[in-house]
Structure formats: C-alpha cells, structure tokens
C-alpha cells in the first residue's frame, strides 16, 4: 500500500515566491509517518515548495487542512478525487468545520491521529474507509517519535521543530486551538523529549506547543531536564508564567532565548470579551515585561484589534506601547473569525460577518478584515494594523529597541539575531498583505 501526505499552501501572488516565514517543516505529517505500519510506503509532497504530482500512483491521500489553507486543499483533492483516489482530511480546520470538510473529501479524521491512524490506513487497504473517523479521548503521547526523513532535502526555514504538548487550558473566544482540544493540554514525558532532541543533535530548537508552560509542574520538569543539554530555544507561552519566578529562572536555565507571548489588547473591557482577563493576574503588563527583560528573555508580542472598545487610537496607543517597552517583534493583527470558534458564532448571530466563509472566497485576501468591527469599519481596521507594523518594523524603531540591553541587545548573538529577524519581519508583513487563499505552484492547472 502507498499514501501520500500533503501539505497545501495557503497560496501565493504570481510571480513571487511562497513566504518564506510560512516555510517551517510540518511536524504533524513527521508524527503521521512514524505512526505508520511498517510495509506502508510514504510519500510526502509539500505544496508550498514542489508541484504535486497528480498523476503518481497512490492508494490514499492524506492532507492537513488549516483554515487558510483550506480553499487550497480542497482544490488538491478535487484533481485526485478525479483520478479516483480517495483523500482524507485531518487538522483543525476538519474539525471545527466538519460538513465542510465532509463535502470536499472521503473521509475526515476528527481529533488526534495516534488512537485512529492504524485503523484508517487498515480500512483504506480493504477500501472500506469511513466517512468520518473521530477520536473519543486525548491520546496518550508515550513513544511518538517523528521520522523527518520524510522531509528529504526540501528547502525549509532552517529551524528544528519539537513538540513537547498540545493545547491549552485557556478559553479564549477567538482561538481555535482552544476550541478544537476543548480547553485540555496534553503532553509527552520530558525523557522522550529529550531523547528526541540528542537523536537530533542541533542547538537551536522551536517548540511548536501551544502553551508550552499551560502545566507549571511539568514544564519545570522539562526545564530541569534540558539543562544538561546546552542547547537554545524558543517557543509560545501565555504571560501568566511572569508570576513564577523560579519557572522564569528554570526556562532561562534551560536554554530559552526568547517567547511569544499573547498581550492581545490594552483594553481591560476587550481581555475580559475575549475571555483573557487572567491576563492581567499578576500585574500591569509593563511589570510582566521587566520580569521578562531582568530574566534576559526576549518577548514577541501579539496584539489582537477589533473588538467592540477598539478604534483606531487603540492600534496607535498599543503602537506606542510596544516601542516604549522597546519589544523584539511584535504583531499587529486584526481579528480573524475562525469557524468552530465561540467568536464566530457570536458575529454570525449578530449578523456582522463579512463573508459566510471568509476562507472559501475567491475575493478574499489575506489581510482582508472579514467582519464589522463596532467602531471602525473593516478596510480602516486593515489599514490601521499594516500601519502600526510598517511603523514598528522602520529603520527608527528598531534602532530604538535595540538599546534594550537586558534582553534585545544583551550580547553580540542576540543583537544580531534581533536585527536579523527584525529585517526579516519588516519583509514579509508587506510580502503577506493582499495574497489571495488558494493559489497554487500548479495556478490550478492540474487536470
């Protein structure tokens, strides 16, 4: 038996090439091939770098489908679908958009794959696949060991993917990682992690968690065991660690350069609509970010605009923010009604979204504000955050944030790397403005 794994692009503008921050390794489809039966063989084609060949023989696709990507991804399966080969979805945007994803494919797997994968691909042998395969429980996540070799020589960003866990214990109404594991973290024994990263043998690693702190007890044990091994990484942390010294000491211990981290909004009305006011626990946030700069982490924050007590002061007041705290990058984004989401629900009652799915349409593009904010109107929302990061991203601003010399510029490596990532950020938020969902290497042209 032969499968195919791919992963869609979200798309791309003619002539240029994918975005490259948007080039990571898909760390799920690793996962997925050390899940495989041995006498399975695996092919994995990457739609952001290659052409997919719609014409190799294959017994099953299987393809990830984000919300982004999703206009894309059905595309991919139509061309097989009519080659009649089936094709099933797994990922989030399957999950919180079930029918959706039901009409485009001829099965979906609902939840994490570890339980249901070895019956999926036993069924696919006896060409008796399910409609829909769900899983009835978190799994547990003993022995998983992702086999990268499926990667081949593929052009990525060159950063090393580790998952330690998944989800978060937070409800925020706008995410949909929330959503999609019910408010539930999981995560694998530190000693597999740590047997993963000396089988990889790099320095600088990302985990991709969600929350890699979303346990204090086990993320201090995580951190105790990554002492030994010298390394430097980087990942996503809610701002409640701030109120735990000894975890902020144990992460900079263990090798933590730096974290994103999401602020969200200034507005306390705002954290409390979006279900975050335990943001603010511990502290204004410029208490949160001392602690963070006293520790030498540096911090990538994200901002969210859109709901009911922003205006366009707001985007400039939370601009002026960031470069009063002089942070290491920054985000400026508008709110993204996610389907599946306790947000996307509550716009739709009320009768403010834009577009039935945003991330069906053809008109589309990323960027595009696709609901009715109260007190501004969508392209002026839009406008007001590329503003905000062209400003952040200036030559001025930057030479102003490096004079951090607690975190930014703390030494000649991360002075580097801050001007570096800076320059690469600046790049790519204009690259990303105005790409329209669903545009292939192949324009559509597979037949």
């Avoid at 769900?134 to 070799?149: C, E, S």
């Avoid at 702190?213 to 996503?236: C, G, M, Y």
């Avoid at 979204?353 to 053809?362: E, Q």
């Avoid at 004079?403 to 600046?426: G, M, P, V, W």
């Amino acid at each position: 038996m032969k499968i195919t794994f791919i992963m869609p692009a979200v798309g791309q503008k003619k002539g240029e090439g994918y975005i490259d921050s948007w080039k990571m390794e898909p760390l799920a489809f690793a996962v997925l091939a050390g899940l495989t039966p041995e006498g399975v063989d695996v092919n994995f084609y990457d739609d952001r770098l290659e052409a997919v060949p719609y014409d190799e023989k294959t017994d099953l696709v299987a393809i990830n489908v984000e919300t982004y990507t999703a206009r894309r991804a059905y595309q991919i399966a139509g061309y097989f679908r009519e080659r009649k080969i089936p094709v099933i979805f797994g990922g989030y945007h399957s999950a919180l958009a079930e029918e959706e994803a039901v009409a485009f494919s001829d099965s979906i797997l609902i939840g994490e794959a570890e339980d249901i994968w070895p019956q999926i691909i036993k069924d696919a042998k006896s060409k008796s696949l399910k409609k829909v395969y769900r899983a009835i429980r978190r799994p547990v996540l003993n022995g998983i060991m992702p086999k990268r070799d499926i990667f081949g020589r593929k052009k990525y960003i060159p950063i090393t993917l580790v998952e330690s866990g998944r989800g978060c214990g937070f409800g925020c109404s706008f995410c949909s990682i929330s959503s999609f594991y019910n408010r539930t973290y999981n995560y694998r024994p530190s000693r597999d992690v740590i047997k993963e990263i000396e089988t990889l043998g790099k320095k600088t690693i990302f985990f991709v968690d969600d929350n890699i702190i979303a346990d204090f007890k086990r993320a201090k044990e995580l951190f105790r065991a990554l002492i030994p091994l010298k390394i430097n990484w980087i990942s996503q942390g809610s701002i409640n660690m701030a109120g735990d010294e000894e975890l902020l000491m144990l992460m900079r211990k263990s090798g933590c350069l730096g974290l994103l981290v999401g602020f969200e909004s200034l507005n306390d009305d705002n954290l409390a609509q979006m279900g975050k006011t335990w943001n603010k626990k511990f502290g204004e946030y410029e208490l949160a970010l001392k602690k963070f700069r006293e520790t030498g982490i540096v911090v990538y924050a994200t901002f969210i605009f859109g709901y009911d007590g922003d205006d366009v002061d707001s985007i400039r007041r939370t601009l002026e923010f960031s470069l009063k705290q002089k942070l290491f990058l920054a985000a400026f984004n508008h709110l993204v009604p996610f389907p599946g989401t306790a947000l996307y629900s509550q716009l739709k009652a009320q009768g403010r979204l834009l577009f039935d799915k945003w991330w069906l349409d053809a008109n589309y593009r990323f960027g595009d504000v696709a609901f009715k904010p109260m007190r501004m109107n969508p392209q002026e929302l839009s406008e007001e955050c590329m503003k905000a990061r062209v400003n952040f991203y200036s030559f001025a601003s930057v030479l102003k944030r490096a004079t951090d010399f607690q975190s930014n510029s703390r030494d000649l490596s991360i002075a580097s790397k801050f001007f570096i990532y800076n320059e690469f950020s600046k790049r790519e938020t204009k690259r990303r403005q105005g790409l329209p969902l669903g545009e292939g290497l192949d324009s559509g042209a597979a037949k």
